[in-house]
């Protein structure tokens, strides 16, 4: 157990909390830089996969696990990224550098138009909003078919910086540096976002609007502007998306995906950013680990490979409701669990992590 | 004569929707909780019924399988809360959100497994009947299922206005610890009211089921019944009814009058609106927490 003394007041606001912390993070970034020369090709690309399914996961975190809004529409935003990413490419031209950058903004301001009626809800009410929103998107595309292709899709050109191509059959060990870059300067505008007077006021809308109100947040405009950088992260992540996956379609960003994200955030544990990328890691390891089991079983039983529709979302469905209930905290509360244990051994105690339970009141009058 | 056969299928249509939105309000209302599996709860009831009475399965008389199905989500529903959701008590409601769109994965997956996923149609006797008036020919279906919409909304809210059981169910969303209080046993009157939209759900799916075909996938239907409780008022009984006619209207309307992919954003789009003009819809029951 370290007990990490506080001299200054910017002890409590600083990147690490002691060097140790900060020496396993950059051990850990190294690890991933040199990845490529560990595994092999196709890994890479999974590897690649959870990075971006990350990028996207810390986007409805940010809304979410810090802000405390529900949010069952975020593949809308992820289209929104993809698709002004490519059309920018295409139709204006913008090479990479300024087109990705811009399709977060757009996805951004998208975010901040759908929060500037939707704030005044608040959590039922803005989950269903999100979800239409989710649901429109999709007929949206298909309304705006000169500029997104309709239902046959749009198609990303590889990405070019400075003459350079990264393409995910080509090379994609540069790809996957490209986006672990990409990843490393999102979590670090991430956690300065929550280290700055904007995060603060993030917590203090999920912990209690009331109580925000009184200590002189605005809350409307939080929310707001939590959606708008919310967005922005998701935009991003579809625009990688959108290069990763070369086509597209309306049917690429549908209500799965957005209800896909919630679940990578609860699994991954809300409210972290560790979760993020646990969950991600799950959930682009699952449908690989289902097919080395249905294998497995198929060669034993002698029956050859059995192939169940629909199975992935079954344990998909099934994984969730065991960790809302057994571990509402995530993997990464399981993490955090298991280190306090050793930590304190042998002083851990099983309520430590309780959480306070609450009295249902109704707002309605009838 | 158009426009009245217009007319028709759209209560109809929307009278489904109001019976899946009276699923929601009634879990709402007493729960305080949202169970976005509802949809999904409409299509396993439909499938049950359509297990026992198909010939193709086990082809008992309709009127059996209906009860028998009805019997069987009544009690789905009620372990549901007694073994999954009551876990969940005290805890957020985003949560349960997350949790009931989960059992909704789970049930589209069980369901899939057990009949397939090829469209398949309930052999009732109410289906593919016609009578006409004049011009206008209306499906035995159609009229079955506005006739047993009212009716069914009737009773809810008459349970919900006078008897015992009702006011209590109202009292444990309005003030959980009060409702402790004064006696009434919460987490049974939780699972009990899991139990009834169980039953809806069913009698909806069966409607559903026999006015056309029915796949597992049939269960996002829901998501347009939600557009329709938000619509009319999330925990009013009327209101769901009111906002599934009101979605279930539009519907046909806009297929006829507008151009081909502008039609099926309408519902959504009403809704929407809606949050923004009206946020706690038509029929509203809230009034902004003061401080």
């Known amino acids: 157990m370290r007990i990490v003394f506080k001299t200054s007041y910017d002890a409590d606001i600083r990147l690490f909390k002691h060097n140790a912390q900060a020496f396993w993070y950059l051990l850990l970034f190294t690890v991933a830089i040199l990845l490529p020369f560990l595994v092999n090709d196709f890994l890479i690309g999974e590897a690649t996969l959870v990075l971006i399914w990350a990028i996207c996961g810390m986007g409805l975190m940010m809304l979410v696990g810090q802000t405390g809004q529900a949010s069952l529409g975020h593949a809308a935003f992820m289209a929104v990224g993809a698709y002004s990413n490519v059309i920018y490419q295409i139709n204006f031209n913008m090479p990479f550098l300024l087109s990705f950058p811009l399709s977060g903004l757009t996805a951004g301001v998208a975010g901040a138009l759908v929060a500037l009626p939707t704030t005044r809800l608040h959590g039922i009410y803005l989950a269903i909003a999100t979800l239409a929103i989710s649901v429109l998107t999709e007929d949206i595309i298909i309304i705006l078919e000169p500029i997104t292709g309709g239902i046959a899709g749009i198609f990303a050109p590889d990405i070019q910086i400075f003459g350079y191509t990264f393409n995910r059959y080509g090379n994609p060990v540069e790809l996957y540096w490209l986006v672990l870059a990409i990843t490393f300067v999102v979590v670090y505008a991430y956690r300065n976002i929550l280290r700055s007077p904007t995060g603060r006021a993030f917590a203090a809308v999920r912990d209690s609007e009331v109580s925000a109100k009184a200590m002189g947040v605005n809350v409307a405009r939080t929310k707001m502007v939590a959606f708008a950088i919310s967005c922005t992260i998701t935009g991003l992540g579809g625009a990688l998306m959108g290069h990763f996956a070369t086509v597209f379609t309306n049917e690429t960003f549908n209500l799965i995906i957005s209800i896909t994200l919630l679940l990578i955030i609860v699994v991954g544990g809300l409210g972290t950013i560790h979760g993020a990328f646990f969950g991600s890691i799950v959930f682009v390891m699952l449908p690989l680990l289902i097919s080395v089991t249905r294998d497995a079983v198929g060669s034993l039983t002698g029956s050859g490979s059995i192939t169940i529709p629909g199975l992935e979302s079954g344990i998909f469905g099934a994984i969730l409701i065991g960790f809302i209930l057994f571990e509402p905290m995530g993997l990464y509360g399981r993490w955090l669990k298991i280190r306090t244990y050793f930590e304190l051994f042998p002083f851990y105690r099983k309520d430590m992590f309780r959480r306070q339970k609450s009295y249902l009141k109704t707002e309605r009058t009838r | ?291």
């Open chain 2, 1 to 291: 004569m158009d426009i009245l056969q217009l007319i028709v299928s759209g209560l109809a249509n929307g009278c489904v929707y109001g019976l899946i939105a009276l699923g929601f309000v009634l879990i709402y209302k007493a729960t305080e909780a949202v169970n976005f599996a509802q949809g999904d709860f409409m299509m396993l009831g439909a499938f049950i019924t359509l297990g026992f009475t198909n010939e193709h399965y086990l082809g008992l008389p309709f009127w059996l399988s209906v009860c028998l199905a009805i019997a069987i989500m009544g009690m789905l529903g009620y372990l549901l809360d007694l073994i999954v959701l009551r876990r969940m008590f005290g805890q957020s409601q985003v949560a349960v959100v997350i949790l009931t769109i989960a059992l909704g994965f789970v049930i589209r997956f069980i369901a899939g497994a057990i009949w397939g996923h090829e469209p398949q149609s309930l052999e009732s006797p109410i289906a593919g009947v016609e009578l006409r008036f004049g011009g206008l020919a209306l499906g035995m279906d159609e009229i079955w299922v506005i006739i047993i919409t009212v009716l069914l909304t009737l009773l809810l809210y008459f349970f919900f206005a006078r008897t015992k059981l009702g006011v209590a169910m109202q009292a444990s969303s309005q003030n959980q610890l009060a409702a402790y209080y004064m006696g009434i046993p919460v987490k049974r009157i939780h699972s009990m009211i899991w139990a009834l939209s169980g039953i809806v759900a069913t009698i909806a799916g069966i409607l559903f089921a026999s006015k056309g075909s029915i796949d597992p996938t049939a269960g996002l239907l829901g998501i347009k019944a939600f557009a329709a409780a938000v619509i009319g008022g999330f925990g009013s009984l009327p209101g769901a009814l009111l906002g599934g006619l009101i979605v279930g209207l539009v519907e046909p309307f806009a297929a006829r009058y507008m151009p081909a992919g502008y039609s099926q954003i309408f519902p959504y789009l009403i809704l929407i609106i809606m949050l923004i003009v009206r946020p706690h819809g038509i029929l509203s029951q809230i009034q902004t927490k003061k401080v």
